[in-house]
């Protein structure tokens, strides 16, 4: 094997302090990612590299760098990551504990985001109320409307009584749809803090004369305070009126122009695209997902505009990139655009009057077909004798169903715990899909005598076929695939909720510490003299 290069913490944190390109790997389970890792780390468990790296990081000569924390996983994560065409990858030298002797180090997931979310209600003193006082507003006023800035389905899951859809990136696009008139008091909220924060925020600076709070703690606070949720609820806003869609615009558009966000034509993003080969690009469109799966300009990939800001980390994987907005508005993409540029991202929006040019500049991207050697089909399967089938699919994934007699393995732990297996007959390995399935054979082979297969099309050509799955669940692995979000479902302990918040209202302490974030918070001074 090629001898793999090294990278120090100290390198690391000085291409993010000067904005240049690069991409932090966590190749751990995302349980103990969630647990402790950098500011800007990225989780991508080693066994699902091929599937989930190339739409993070679509340049192969972006530089890339994996890190664990001893488990001995970053030399064969950066073989997979060079045989998808990567040119540039490193180990992070001592792995995450030799950077935390440097650098902060984080608990939870979207980190980056939820320690931007404290910063701008610490510099803005973005407005909010209680639960209980939420609640007395409801049931004492009228002319109120209560927004929850989540996606739809949490929303769907559980919400506050009264409220009602209405995505963080859609705010401003249907803020005037949702109130009766200017004397409405807008109320937003989501599960936790931030999404409530920048959504409320969202909507002070764009101008709208309403006002406007957040609900302090979300549902978790409503929660804590002792009030119920309700569940199942499927109240949306509307789409706005051409009227007023105008005035959304004129909002957005004089926010985003304060805060300097620059709009493109389709000249300069083909001359972007040309560039991308040296610098990476993102194209991005920021409307909501049913209007993304109507009708979308050829390359851009969908990611709504008050998710992309509450997780930036899900889409847009190498830190100092650039990234192109599309909306066809006006509205979400500016609004969109004012937030990640506040949050340290060169970002641009394309002109709702320019055309996505149809022979956009493609740079080669990374590739990765699965393996045809070791797959069986389901009436395959179905022939095996004393087979024992191994699902790599996420644990909640595997609870709600998997192929009867299947066991749950841990990716990443897989060629440890086949090991474990009684018996000598055949091991099949299947995920929801079969991909995870088939970039993970050959090394699952390698660590065993027996035969070893994977099934093409994994589970769901299981249920396609015409079976039946089963709940009942065997462990060869320890579910640590997935951290338990304390501010998603309905059933977190009140503990897990509290420690939560405790841990956010600790995020600016952190940031502050570490010094690498390049956050700078716009304070809206329009109107004031001198």
């Known amino acids: 094997m090629t001898t793999l290069k090294h990278v120090t913490a100290a390198e690391l944190r000085r291409h993010w302090a000067n904005r240049l390109e690069i991409a932090l790997l966590d190749v751990r389970e995302e349980g103990p990612f969630a647990e402790s890792h950098p500011l800007f780390a990225l989780s991508v468990p080693v066994s699902e590299i091929e599937k989930k790296l190339p739409p993070l990081a679509p340049r192969l000569s972006a530089p890339i760098v994996v890190y664990d924390n001893g488990e001995g996983y970053t030399e064969r994560a950066a073989s997979r990551i060079l045989a998808l065409g990567y040119q540039d990858v490193a180990i992070l030298e001592g792995g995450l504990s030799r950077y935390a002797r440097v650098g902060e180090v984080y608990r939870d997931v979207n980190v980056p985001s939820k320690a931007f979310g404290e910063l701008v209600e610490s510099i803005n003193h973005t407005p909010s109320l209680s639960a209980r006082d939420v609640k007395d507003l409801l049931e004492s006023e009228r002319n109120v409307v209560l927004l929850d800035a989540r996606r739809f389905e949490e929303y769907n899951t559980m919400s506050i009584p009264g409220g009602r859809s209405c995505p963080g990136g859609e705010l401003v696009y249907r803020i005037f749809e949702a109130t009766a008139s200017s004397k409405t008091t807008v109320i937003v909220n989501c599960a936790g803090r931030t999404r409530s924060i920048i959504g409320t925020q969202s909507l002070i600076n764009s101008g709208i004369p309403n006002k406007v709070v957040a609900l302090r703690n979300g549902t978790i606070g409503w929660t804590l305070d002792g009030l119920e949720l309700d569940t199942k609820k499927t109240e949306r806003i509307s789409e706005p009126?051409?009227?007023a869609l105008q005035k959304a615009r004129q909002h957005a558009k004089s926010w985003a122009d304060y805060v300097g966000v620059s709009t493109i034509d389709s000249g300069?993003?083909?001359?972007?695209?040309?560039?991308?080969?040296?610098?990476?690009?993102y194209l991005l469109d920021v409307r909501d997902p049913e209007e993304y799966a109507l009708s979308h300009p050829l390359g851009f990939s969908n990611a709504p505009g008050g998710q992309l800001v509450q997780a930036t980390d899900e889409w847009v994987g190498i830190r100092g990139a650039r990234i192109v907005l599309y909306d066809n508005d006006g509205v979400r993409a500016h609004m969109t655009a004012s937030w990640l540029l506040q949050l340290g991202w060169e970002v641009y929006v394309l002109e709702t009057q320019s055309l996505v040019p149809v022979n956009l500049p493609v740079p080669k991207t990374p590739l990765w077909q699965s393996s045809k050697s070791g797959a069986i089909t389901v009436d395959e399967l179905q022939d095996l004798t004393g087979a024992t089938i191994v699902d790599l699919a996420r644990s909640p994934s595997y609870r709600k169903g998997h192929i009867p007699g299947a066991w749950f393995a841990s990716g990443p732990e897989l060629v440890r715990d086949l090991s474990s297996i009684a018996g000598d007959g055949p091991?099949?390995?299947?995920?929801?899909?079969?991909?995870i399935a088939a970039a993970n054979i050959e090394f699952a082979r390698n660590s065993t005598s027996r035969d070893v297969f994977y099934l093409a099309g994994g589970t769901a050509a299981w249920v396609a076929a015409g079976h039946a799955l089963e709940t009942e669940s065997r462990w060869l692995s320890p579910p640590i695939d997935v951290y338990k979000r304390p501010y998603?479902?309905?059933?977190?302990?009140?503990k897990?909720?509290?420690?939560?918040?405790?841990?956010?209202y600790g995020l600016i302490a952190q940031l502050a510490n570490d010094g690498v974030a390049c956050f700078h918070v716009v304070r809206d001074r329009r109107g004031q003299s001198g």
């Open 241 to 243: 009126s051409a009227e």
């Open 268 to 281: 300069k993003l083909s001359q972007l695209a040309t560039e991308s080969q040296d610098r990476t690009l």
């Open 427 to 435: 091991i099949v390995i299947t995920s929801p899909d079969g991909d």
């Open 488 to 494: 998603e479902g309905t059933s977190n302990a009140r």
């Open 496 to 504: 897990d909720m509290q420690a939560y918040l405790d841990w956010e």
